[in-house]
């Protein structure tokens, strides 16, 4: 049988095609792209790839992204950044999402995912004995769990709660501005404004 794309083209597509919420289409159309724009724009993509785990790394007390060879994120080194106030979150992006409301002054912790059985995610693959070691550490007052409002989220919050005890430590949730189901790096600046500050204790 005729081939009907050159396989340059077809691996391009199948590539493009392996990532996340990327269908066939869309991986054609970019493909297609790429193929009548600029070489030199396929060249920076290219380079830009190949430079990328080189150039990120992850904070050693919130596992936040950091650039390759810095150890601590600067949302925690700030001096204007209250310590004493941790919001929780699943991925890093999550951070970018609550940082755009400006109306958070505290720091964060990255779990790196949230606790799913049928995933094959445990609570010992998350970074939740990081965070209770930085709860005694920094003399934490406050944890906002700022996981999703899904099953995962909800039992992975839940599970945090049972690890910190009886520590005298408030935890609030984020308020139910947000849908469920909705990932917190989608909801909108205002919505998440919003549930921030009607975060509730728990």
């Given amino acids: 049988m005729a081939q009907v794309l050159p396989p340059a083209l077809t691996n391009l597509i199948e590539a493009l095609g392996s ?3 990327v269908g066939p289409r869309t991986a054609e159309r970019y493909a297609y ?8 724009v396929s060249r920076q993509l290219a380079e830009k790839l190949e430079k990328l785990h080189g150039g990120v790394g992850y904070c050693k007390k919130t596992f ?14 700030d001096p204007s950044r209250d310590k004493q106030l941790v ?12 940082e755009k409301t400006a109306q958070y002054k505290g720091t964060y912790h990255v779990l790196g995912g949230l606790v799913s059985p049928i995933d094959g995610v445990g609570p010992e693959q998350l970074h939740i004995k990081e965070l209770i070691q930085r709860i005694d550490e920094d003399k934490v007052k406050e944890i906002i769990l700022a996981t999703n ?5 909800e ?3 839940l599970y945090i709660q049972q690890q910190i005890g009886d520590r005298k430590v408030k935890i609030s949730r984020l308020a139910r501005g947000i849908p469920v189901g909705v990932d917190l790096e989608y909801a909108d600046q205002i919505t998440l404004g919003r ?3 009607g975060r509730t204790v728990l």
């Fill in 19 to 21: 990532l996340p919420g």
């Fill in 87 to 98: 919001a929780v979150v699943a991925e890093p992006f999550d951070i970018v999402a609550l």
């Fill in 33 to 40: 792209f790429l193929l009548k724009a600029d070489p030199a």
């Fill in 149 to 153: 409002a899904s099953v995962e989220g």
């Fill in 155 to 157: 039992s992975t919050a």
């Fill in 64 to 77: 936040a992204l950091v650039e390759q060879g810095k150890d601590l994120s600067d949302l925690y080194t």
């Fill in 195 to 197: 549930a921030l500050e």
